[in-house]
């Protein structure tokens, strides 16, 4: 009697692992993106419904306005935009509000100077500030997202105040 509830155990395992599944029928994907399927006729392949993706358009968004510089520099211990930077902001307003679909994101950053907890405070009040000066030129708020790094991405290593000066900047961004 053991042996035949053995046996029937084991044959209902078994059961219960098949998943129903021929794997020798199983789809495959080609390089092409085109789904195929083995012993199926190669010529009526069913066609993709995924459009292609364009790398140039996309690189040329991330690249921004063409001929705009991304980084709009701040005084030490400041997050006033200044005068100076209204032209780069105005052009970064209208590349953005020509395509409502483009993301900016403004990253605030900060020279080495403080503590963490206060560069990255610094640097976000860098970034609000340009993210505010592309709101008042009429960019929809969803379409900018200001971020800090405080200290922690600089672009220029020395401890003079040219390489400082360098650092306390926000940079306008796209993706």
């Known amino acids: 009697m053991k042996r035949i509830l053995l046996a029937f155990s084991m044959v209902a395992l078994m059961a219960g692992c098949s998943s129903g599944v021929n794997l020798n029928k199983a789809p495959v994907d080609d390089k092409s993106g085109s789904l195929v399927t083995p012993g199926a006729d190669s010529g009526n392949a069913a066609k993709s419904n995924v459009a292609p993706v364009d790398l140039s358009k996309s690189a040329q968004n991330a690249a921004g ?87 922690e991405k600089p672009v220029a290593l020395g401890d003079d105040e040219a390489s400082r000066a360098k650092n306390r900047r926000a940079d306008i961004t796209y993706r």
């Open 65 to 151: 306005p063409a001929g705009v510089d991304h980084s709009v520099y701040f005084d030490f211990d400041k997050y006033i935009v200044k005068p100076e930077y209204q032209s780069l902001i105005e052009a970064h307003a209208r590349f953005l509000k020509a395509d409502p679909k483009r993301h900016s994101v403004i990253e605030g950053n900060t020279d080495d100077r403080g503590s963490s907890e206060y560069n990255l405070a610094l640097g976000q009040k860098r970034a609000e500030a340009v993210r505010r000066a592309l709101d008042l030129l009429g960019v929809n708020d969803n379409q900018v997202e200001a971020v800090s790094f405080g200290k």
